[in-house]
């Protein structure tokens, strides 16, 4: 199991507080930081700053990190058009040396949209603009130096786009595509992702999604095994009760609701949680992390959770279960 970060600097952060925090997660050895992308909070803002843009941060991080692995978690269908988006996530990637992963969902959160005056159409319509996002996506990263790669579809249409090879030689960012639909979404994970990650669900919730998604990739004639699977949930842990209880306080969330729906409790609690992902085929988890601020949590998950969790990896490693390494999904 690969602990990675998720942040949500649109409850009130500046980039620097991102920087400070990816810092000191890539100095205690973190596997990535990972950030959201949205323009409006869904819950009860740490400080009324203005939202981060999610690709600009990524930018920043890529040349302000060294290691650790970046990327978003997850980008909407409905924010960018795919071509520029194709363009954006693959300079990043090489801005960073080739850690970035573009995570792809199909959106959820209306308000923002009508904030800012983005369509928000209904939910067909985006599953179906996300399966072209991803094959454009997909075309125009793979398309060598000297090709063109043109494209069709009821929502968008390329016309002989250039192909520039991958950088570095034959590397593509990775695409990770987050959410919970029972069936569009692990149907276009086994088709066209890396990862498939579940946000913030039960255990069995999870299990169930993880099931689904190698039910697709056996249809679709894909290894199930060639896609990793990965889950989100929030981060609340305490070395004491009143540690506990201070940290649910700052995120405006009370004790119990924590410890029943996220990675939340005593060391003891969050390593067993961490444990039971791992046992149903997470090899990731990214541990959303909504105070910034609390750099001290970093430090104990660093210290009193990642050797529990690198212990238990070791024993699966042992016994013939592994983190299996990204292979390319099927054309």
Partial sequence: ????????????????????????????????????????????????????????????????????????????????????????????????????????????????????????????????????????????????????????????????????????????????????????????????ADEYNVPVRSLDVTRGQFERAGQACRLLGRDPGSLVLSAAQVLCAGETAADLTRRAGRLGRSVADLVAAGVAGTIDQVSEKIRAFAGIGATRLYLQCLDLADVEQLHMVAARVMPLVDHHARDAAAAGVSDKPEQEPPS
Avoid: N
């Fill in 1 to 192: 199991m690969r602990l990675r970060l998720l942040v949500e600097p649109q409850q009130g952060a500046s980039y620097d507080d991102v920087l400070r925090f990816a810092v000191q997660a890539e100095r205690l050895g973190f596997d990535g930081i990972f950030t959201s992308d949205h323009y409006l909070g869904t819950g009860p803002a740490l400080s009324p700053l203005p939202p981060c843009d999610a690709w600009t941060t990524v930018a920043g991080l890529a040349r302000d990190t060294t290691q650790i692995k970046l990327g978003t978690l997850v980008t909407p269908v409905t924010f960018r058009r795919p071509g520029p988006l194709a363009i954006v996530a693959r300079q990043v990637d090489t801005m960073s040396g080739g850690r970035v992963t573009l995570g792809l969902g199909a959106g959820w959160h209306e308000p923002e949209h009508e904030t800012y005056g983005l369509p928000f159409p209904d939910t067909a319509t985006r599953f179906q603009q996300l399966a072209e996002q991803l094959q454009i996506v997909r075309g125009i990263w793979e398309t060598p130096a000297g090709k063109t790669f043109s494209f069709t579809g009821r929502h968008a249409t390329l016309k002989a786009v250039p192909g520039y090879g991958a950088s570095p030689p034959g590397h593509r960012p990775s695409i990770l595509i987050g959410g919970s639909g029972q069936q569009k979404t692990p149907r276009l994970a086994a088709a066209y």
